[in-house]
């Protein structure tokens, strides 16, 4: 059997672990359960995957996203690693295939979902596999404490009771005190041991500036530093804007985002890491599990809704350990239009009754109904309907499937994609060489306006057909044939949405939801949200210990490379003595001046002044109708 260090060497090249990686492949192997703590680039992969092939048996790695998977699945091959993952669009003969392979002993790393845990013919091969360690990636998905809950991972626990005397590993880059005791709690981690790295990057100078000419700033950034970036925004359209902006100024630049073909997503990502496009802009549906350690820039022209998402998106740059920048522009905008998206998120009780009664009049369900039925749904017309907004319905409808009333197929959240891919001209001359497709043609602009042109679009054949007065099946013939003669680009739903009723009907009025629970949630996210409001406006500490208090991570030492820090060390305030005064002062607060004077005999009054008067200026201290200087 080789060693870890062994194995490092003959599969990764490596000669040295990072730090804590060896203690947390050593806990695995003594088959404790154990947790994992890694900042983003600190390896986490390496933590299972090691393990993983000294084990006897195959290692199950649960994991949120298809790109993920196939990504780590790739890496392992190309080292000659037997793995394979299973997720949604493949065909039923694949998956079947793949699960013979596993009880064959024929793969080592098998990637699934968490929603695949509980498919019938998953949990009937598991029982004649060997397991030899359960992975759990993103774990901080379980936690509804956390900033990327997924419902399914909370059936996990239960998945492992088929697999009793398999030790479990759970990993993550970005979890708060509160989410790791959550963590351990809900995989019911037994004695488990946990390893918490520092999320101090040396390498990695944070900034924040506020502008309302972002296009100019951006530009500016990528002329000073150079070398590959990657720019996120929230939405696709402003990937488009973004990157058309750049590009006309001379900066290689593309944008990415879910609503491409694979096709056309896989070419952008090959370009960018083989350096042939040098800038990606890209919705935060780019970079997850990207193993390019060279990008020297990360830069936010919007904001992110909590630290958790911005850290790690941040943290792609510099992997590779040298200098590095990540730099976060807004304007006051930027936080109010948060705030509003936060209340739209937690639509009130009334609302979700509404749509609770309004799926079971859709459905025609009855109060004696069976638990577990399930429907086609398409959201454009049972919002039509009922005269709802969508994207209301939308939140109300992950509220209820996260409260177990209901669940909602991937296929929900991946709808068919469009684009026309002739020009205008070629376009307008194809109706008058068809005129039998002329009104169809026109109905899909009325629709979808001039953005199909230039982006891939999530459209409802549904939607189309009640707007032109046909059939889904004719629609889908229509849309079938313009791709036919390469007017269009059209990617099908892989299979029909469907949204299923986890227990019999119930009265809409008395929903058994957990409102308080909810609510906790709500105010959770909105504690999260004045962390990004802190950390965006303030001016008066070092960012990196702001990120590490965030996640409770107890240090006082700063970054120094930091725009804080900088700031800092050009007013001479950078130093030790500065630090301890600055303790000292706060301390204090509340404090009238004189008293604060009396207190802070035989200290440098020159300092105390220039460390007040920062500290006044960058609206870290104020001064009340009473005179009381205040921590703000």
Same mark, same amino acid.
């Given at each position: 059997?080789?060693?870890? /260090? ?37 390896? =986490? ?64 790393? *098998? ?26 990636? /993103?774990?901080? %998905?379980?936690?509804?404490?956390? !900033? ?39 995989? +019911? ?42 720019? &996120? ?7 488009? /804007? ?12 593309? &944008? &990415? ?33 990207? +193993? ?9 022209? +919007? ?21 590095? !920048? ?31 009664? @309004? *799926? ?12 577990? /039925? ?66 169809? %043609? ?98 008066? =500490?070092?960012?990196?210990? #702001?990120?590490?208090? !965030? ?19 050009? #007013? ?18 509340? @404090?009238?001046? @004189? ?25 870290? *201290?104020?001064? +009340? ?8």
């Amino acid at each position: 059997m080789l060693l870890p /260090e062994e194995i490092l060497k003959k599969y990764w090249g490596y000669s040295d672990f990072r730090p804590l990686q060896k203690e947390i492949i050593n806990s695995v192997l003594a088959k404790n359960d154990t947790m994992a703590l890694l900042p983003t680039g600190g390896g =986490k992969s390496i933590c299972f995957q090691v393990p993983g092939l000294i084990l006897e048996g195959i290692c199950i790695v649960v994991s949120p996203l298809i790109a993920l998977m196939k990504d780590q699945v790739r890496q392992l091959k190309e080292r000659n690693i037997s793995s394979e993952a299973i997720y949604s669009g493949m065909k039923f003969s694949e998956i079947e295939a793949i699960l013979d392979d596993a009880v064959d002993g024929k793969i080592k790393f *098998l990637y699934v979902s968490p929603e695949r845990l509980k498919a019938r013919n998953f949990q009937d091969r598991i029982k004649y596999m060997q397991v030899g360690l359960f992975a759990i990636d /993103e774990a901080h %998905c379980i936690s509804k404490w956390g !900033y990327d809950f997924r419902p399914a991972y909370l059936q996990i626990s239960d998945f492992k009771k088929l697999i009793p005397n398999v030790n479990t590993i759970a990993l993550t880059a970005t979890a708060t005190e509160k989410v790791r005791k959550d963590i351990i709690d809900k995989l +019911d981690l037994k004695k488990s041991n946990t390893f918490v790295q520092s999320f101090a990057r040396n390498n990695l100078s944070y900034s924040v500036i506020e502008t309302d000419q972002k296009e100019n700033k951006l530009l500016q950034i990528l002329i000073k530093v150079e070398g590959t970036a990657i720019v &996120y925004t929230k939405t696709r359209n402003r990937t488009v /804007e973004f990157s058309k902006f750049l590009k006309a100024n001379g900066i290689s630049a593309d &944008y &990415y985002h879910a609503g491409l073909s694979l096709k056309e997503r896989n070419k952008k990502q090959e370009d960018w890491i083989n350096n042939i496009t040098r800038v990606m802009v890209s919705t935060n549906a780019f970079g997850m599990g990207i +193993d390019k350690p060279d990008v020297r820039c990360v830069v936010h022209v +919007d904001l992110c809704e909590n630290l958790e998402a911005y850290y790690q998106e941040s943290g792609r740059a510099g992997r590779d350990n040298y200098k590095a !920048y990540a730099v976060s522009l807004y304007n006051i905008t930027d936080i109010e239009n948060l705030e509003t998206n936060l209340e739209l998120k937690y639509p009130d009780p009334q609302f979700l009754s509404k749509v609770y009664q @309004s *799926l079971c009049n859709y459905y025609k369900l009855a109060f004696e109904s069976e638990a577990f /039925e399930s429907f086609d749904f398409e959201i454009q017309n049972f919002t039509a309907t009922f005269g709802m907004n969508v994207r209301l319905t939308h939140y109300a409808l992950k509220l209820l499937e996260s409260q177990g009333l209901i669940y909602l197929s991937d296929a929900y959240f991946n709808p068919s994609k469009l684009k026309i891919i002739a020009n205008p001209i070629d376009f307008y001359n194809f109706q008058l060489r068809n005129p039998s497709l002329e009104l169809f %043609c026109k109905t899909l602009l009325r629709i979808y306006g001039g953005e199909i042109y230039a982006n891939y679009i999530s459209i409802s054949e549904q939607e189309i057909g009640n707007s032109y007065n046909a059939s889904f099946n004719e629609v889908l013939q229509n849309l079938n044939l313009l791709n036919k003669h390469h007017i269009v680009d059209y990617s099908p739903q892989k299979s029909v949405p469907q949204l299923g009723f986890l227990t019999p009907r119930q009265d809409a009025e008395n929903l058994s939801i957990n409102h308080k629970e909810i609510e906790q949630r709500k105010i959770n996210e909105k504690k999260a949200l004045r962390s990004v409001k802190l950390y965006t406006e303030q001016t008066a =500490k070092c960012r990196m210990l #702001l990120i590490q208090d !965030y996640f409770d991570e107890n240090t006082s030492k700063t970054c120094g490379i930091c725009d804080v820090c900088l700031k800092m060390k050009r #007013l001479g305030l950078a130093t030790e003595q500065t630090n301890e005064i600055t303790k000292r002062i706060l301390n204090i607060l509340p @404090s009238t001046p @004189s008293n604060l004077e009396n207190k802070m005999i035989g200290e440098d009054k020159l300092l105390i002044t220039k460390i007040l008067k920062y500290h006044f200026e960058s609206g870290t *201290l104020a001064i +009340d109708g009473q005179g009381l200087i205040y921590k703000r």
